[in-house]
């Protein structure tokens, strides 16, 4: 049998396939797949374990969305990006939304003509210090050495807070991440700044005393990453939406992937209509009557995608905490 | 032999120094087996990263029960470099059949294969993959290219020679960049050309530039008495080409056609900036576990190990080929 056909068929199959057809949300559902367009190594937000399963925030917030479409978590497939191309593969159609630890700004939204889905991470950028150094606060560092990673925008902002506060500061440049991690561990400046997340999980594994290392509270640039979609598709739009509100929504009400079969019978009317007794939220959305009750099953709240994943790295909730407990995630409610 | 000088001894003692450190990191203190715990409890390096990523790094996302498959596809890979040592005029038309081969063992669904989408390819078939169509695809161009150069028509040596002037003007990464971001937006709408096959096509152009100025220099070490001794033969101008002056180019040509080979195998690891799953994307995939965080040092040595062994067959071959 000569492999010939089956090498034309996958260079026809495989590699060309039409992309837009009609809205996104009737080729989603056509496709029988969701293509999720994520990042290639980010601990915590998306990474391949070592089965060659992606884990992480950013993917979780794919699997969701493939839970509420299709009643199953697993229907994502999963194109990685890199930063420069993430914006082209979704405006070329190549994936159908965009789950890769993205700053939604303005001109993203209106220049790139995006739409970008809730919060699921509010980053930005802090300080991480020696706990023998004895500071607690930012306001404290007048005068310090900070190790910042050159020719990048943390580089730009450390300083224009200092600067805005009047305090002096000494920039230890480095602009290899290994050379530097190894430079503040070994002491050759008094703080280290990039984005929280990043500090944390630097701290978790560079350090080999992570109770030692103080990542301070203040933050001097905000990086709130969302989900985003291609602009002028409404109808999708409000599925990613939604399908990431639900997950928030449910850490609220206590509904968590173990409960949510018995939530689901309970009498309180909330429940039943987040969880698909009552059939009305699912049919607004085009989606089963169950799309909320299968995100929640399949991947589970907030909270526990948040733990799940963030927290091996000893990423504390922060702002990323629920309104009722100090933090930002507020869930538009789902009624 | 002249006496050692203090200086000998002092550089001596310091490279014994740096052995013995070396040695302490990667052997004595280093941990073969266990997790990431493990690992940051003791001084060495963490060879057990190794063993639970290794599957990951070379074969990338390529589903663990079949990656056989992917293996054989690395085996037939080497097996051709080493059978082109051989019967060296097996490649003008081997290449196309590896290729043809490598696709139905990776993409499947044929005897019982069970069938694995592109977007799964990935680690070192894939590099490879990218290298065979690269080198392969170009020097059928580069032939023309070369040929083209040395044209009497001055339009022929005029497009010849600014394809290669843009392409040799041009770094590799935003050729690339071109046919992962690009190409997809100058596409008629509706369809999409997949990231492997434009990136493989993006290659084998910019690969082509090169090979095409390799081969030139063979041409142009014919002595001139080679055609027209053809030409007093009766052989037609083609003919000539193809059985006296190609042959002795190419051979001259062969140890910067071998360079540009291994060239062009490591050069595809810039496909790292595109997301293309080859073997150095693999390696920072392998990174970014959050079990298994800070162990880029033991991963970029494997990886350089990997690359090292086979850019060292690569050009062992070359050599052969050359006796023969």
Same mark, same amino acid.
């Not at chain 1, 993203?108 to 210090?129: H, S, T, Y």
């Not at chain 2, 078939?125 to 083209?148: E, H």
């Not at chain 2, 770094?171 to 971001?181: E, G, H, K, N, R």
């Given at each position: 049998m000569s492999p010939l056909p089956f090498v034309l068929a996958a260079a026809l199959g495989g590699f060309v396939a039409p992309a837009l057809a009609g809205t996104t949300f009737d080729a989603v559902k056509q496709r029988g797949a969701l293509r999720c367009g994520v990042n290639v190594s980010v601990p915590g937000f998306s990474s391949p374990d070592s089965q060659g399963h992606w884990q992480g925030l950013d993917v979780d917030v794919c699997r969701a969305v493939a839970a509420a479409v299709f009643g199953d978590a697993g229907k994502v497939e999963f194109v990685p990006l890199n930063a420069q191309q993430r914006f082209a593969a979704l405006q070329s159609g190549e994936i159908d939304m965009l789950s890769r630890n993205t700053t939604w700004t303005l001109t993203r939204d209106a220049e790139l003509k995006l739409d970008f889905g809730p919060v699921v991470f509010f980053d930005g950028q802090g300080f991480m210090v020696a706990k023998a150094l004895g500071v607690s606060r930012a306001g404290q560092l007048d005068g310090a050495s900070v190790c910042v990673q050159s020719g990048t925008s943390t580089e730009q902002s450390v300083s224009d807070w200092f600067r805005a506060r009047g305090m002096s500061f000494r920039p230890v440049v480095m602009d =290899? &991440?290994?050379?530097? =991690?190894? $430079? &503040? &561990?070994?002491?050759?400046?008094?703080?280290?700044?990039?984005?929280?997340?990043?500090? $944390?999980?630097?701290?978790?594994?560079?350090?080999?005393?992570?109770?030692?290392?103080?990542?301070? *509270?203040?933050?001097?640039?905000?990086?709130?990453? $969302? *989900?985003?979609?291609?602009?002028?598709?409404?109808?999708?739009?409000?599925?990613?939406?939604?399908?990431?509100?639900?997950?928030?929504?449910?850490?609220?009400?206590?509904?968590?992937?173990?409960?949510?079969?018995?939530?689901?019978?309970?009498?309180? /009317?909330?429940?039943?209509?987040?969880?698909?007794?009552? /059939?009305?939220?699912?049919? $607004?959305?085009?989606? /089963?009557?169950?799309?909320?009750f299968q995100a929640i099953r399949q991947v589970g709240n907030y909270g526990e995608v948040y733990q799940r994943n963030l927290g091996p790295l000893g990423l504390d909730r922060g702002l990323n905490a629920l309104w009722t407990q100090g933090g930002l995630l507020y869930a538009i409610p789902a009624r | 032999m002249r006496r050692p000088r203090p200086f000998d001894v002092l550089a001596l003692l310091l490279l014994a120094a740096a052995g013995w450190a070396l040695w302490g990191w990667a052997v004595r203190e280093a941990v073969w087996a266990g997790d990431a715990a493990a690992c940051r409890a003791a001084g060495g390096a963490c060879w057990a990263f190794i063993g639970e990523k290794w599957r990951l790094m070379l074969f990338g996302l390529y589903p663990p029960a079949e990656q056989w498959r992917a293996a054989l596809a690395v085996l037939l890979s080497v097996a051709f470099v080493a059978a082109c040592v051989r019967w060296r005029r097996a490649w003008p038309l081997g290449w196309l059949g590896l290729l043809a081969l490598d696709y139905a063992l990776l993409a499947g669904g044929f005897l019982g294969l069970s069938a694995v989408p592109v977007a799964q390819w990935g680690g070192l078939p894939l590099t490879l993959l990218l290298t065979v169509s690269g080198v392969g695809g170009g020097l059928p161009l580069a032939l023309l290219l070369a040929l083209g150069r040395r044209s009497r028509l001055p339009l022929l040596r005029l497009l010849a020679g600014g394809y290669i002037e843009l392409i040799r003007g041009v770094p590799l990464v935003s050729v690339l960049f071109m046919a992962a971001v690009m190409f997809p937006l100058l596409l008629p709408p509706g369809w999409v050309l997949g990231k492997l096959l434009s990136t493989q096509l993006a290659l084998a152009l910019f690969v082509a530039a090169y090979l095409a100025e390799a081969i030139r220099g063979g041409l142009q070490a014919i002595a001139y008495g080679q055609y027209e001794a053809a030409a007093a033969l009766g052989m037609r101008h083609g003919t000539a080409l193809a059985t006296v002056i190609l042959p002795q180019a190419l051979r001259i040509a062969l140890p910067a056609l071998t360079g540009i080979a291994i060239g062009t195998f490591k050069d595809t690891s810039l496909v790292v900036i595109i997301g293309l799953f080859d073997l150095m994307t693999a390696t920072r995939a392998a990174l970014g576990d959050p079990r298994w965080l800070g162990f880029s040092l033991e991963a970029y040595l494997f990886a350089a190990l990997v690359y090292g062994v086979l850019s060292w067959s690569l050009s062992l071959a070359g050599r052969q080929l050359e006796k023969r």
């Amino acid at each position: 049998m000569s492999p010939l056909p089956f090498v034309l068929a996958a260079a026809l199959g495989g590699f060309v396939a039409p992309a837009l057809a009609g809205t996104t949300f009737d080729a989603v559902k056509q496709r029988g797949a969701l293509r999720c367009g994520v990042n290639v190594s980010v601990p915590g937000f998306s990474s391949p374990d070592s089965q060659g399963h992606w884990q992480g925030l950013d993917v979780d917030v794919c699997r969701a969305v493939a839970a509420a479409v299709f009643g199953d978590a697993g229907k994502v497939e999963f194109v990685p990006l890199n930063a420069q191309q993430r914006f082209a593969a979704l405006q070329s159609g190549e994936i159908d939304m965009l789950s890769r630890n993205t700053t939604w700004t303005l001109t993203r939204d209106a220049e790139l003509k995006l739409d970008f889905g809730p919060v699921v991470f509010f980053d930005g950028q802090g300080f991480m210090v020696a706990k023998a150094l004895g500071v607690s606060r930012a306001g404290q560092l007048d005068g310090a050495s900070v190790c910042v990673q050159s020719g990048t925008s943390t580089e730009q902002s450390v300083s224009d807070w200092f600067r805005a506060r009047g305090m002096s500061f000494r920039p230890v440049v480095m602009d =290899n &991440f290994d050379e530097l =991690n190894k $430079a &503040f &561990f070994a002491g050759r400046c008094d703080v280290y700044t990039t984005d929280r997340s990043g500090l $944390a999980s630097i701290r978790m594994t560079m350090s080999g005393k992570p109770d030692d290392y103080l990542i301070l *509270p203040d933050m001097i640039s905000k990086e709130p990453l $969302a *989900p985003a979609v291609r602009h002028g598709d409404q109808d999708w739009a409000d599925v990613v939406r939604w399908s990431v509100m639900v997950l928030i929504e449910a850490e609220e009400l206590g509904v968590t992937s173990a409960n949510v079969a018995e939530k689901r019978d309970s009498a309180d /009317p909330a429940l039943g209509r987040l969880l698909g007794r009552t /059939p009305d939220l699912g049919q $607004a959305l085009g989606l /089963p009557q169950d799309w909320a009750f299968q995100a929640i099953r399949q991947v589970g709240n907030y909270g526990e995608v948040y733990q799940r994943n963030l927290g091996p790295l000893g990423l504390d909730r922060g702002l990323n905490a629920l309104w009722t407990q100090g933090g930002l995630l507020y869930a538009i409610p789902a009624r | 032999m002249r006496r050692p000088r203090p200086f000998d001894v002092l550089a001596l003692l310091l490279l014994a120094a740096a052995g013995w450190a070396l040695w302490g990191w990667a052997v004595r203190e280093a941990v073969w087996a266990g997790d990431a715990a493990a690992c940051r409890a003791a001084g060495g390096a963490c060879w057990a990263f190794i063993g639970e990523k290794w599957r990951l790094m070379l074969f990338g996302l390529y589903p663990p029960a079949e990656q056989w498959r992917a293996a054989l596809a690395v085996l037939l890979s080497v097996a051709f470099v080493a059978a082109c040592v051989r019967w060296r005029r097996a490649w003008p038309l081997g290449w196309l059949g590896l290729l043809a081969l490598d696709y139905a063992l990776l993409a499947g669904g044929f005897l019982g294969l069970s069938a694995v989408p592109v977007a799964q390819w990935g680690g070192l078939p894939l590099t490879l993959l990218l290298t065979v169509s690269g080198v392969g695809g170009g020097l059928p161009l580069a032939l023309l290219l070369a040929l083209g150069r040395r044209s009497r028509l001055p339009l022929l040596r005029l497009l010849a020679g600014g394809y290669i002037e843009l392409i040799r003007g041009v770094p590799l990464v935003s050729v690339l960049f071109m046919a992962a971001v690009m190409f997809p937006l100058l596409l008629p709408p509706g369809w999409v050309l997949g990231k492997l096959l434009s990136t493989q096509l993006a290659l084998a152009l910019f690969v082509a530039a090169y090979l095409a100025e390799a081969i030139r220099g063979g041409l142009q070490a014919i002595a001139y008495g080679q055609y027209e001794a053809a030409a007093a033969l009766g052989m037609r101008h083609g003919t000539a080409l193809a059985t006296v002056i190609l042959p002795q180019a190419l051979r001259i040509a062969l140890p910067a056609l071998t360079g540009i080979a291994i060239g062009t195998f490591k050069d595809t690891s810039l496909v790292v900036i595109i997301g293309l799953f080859d073997l150095m994307t693999a390696t920072r995939a392998a990174l970014g576990d959050p079990r298994w965080l800070g162990f880029s040092l033991e991963a970029y040595l494997f990886a350089a190990l990997v690359y090292g062994v086979l850019s060292w067959s690569l050009s062992l071959a070359g050599r052969q080929l050359e006796k023969r």
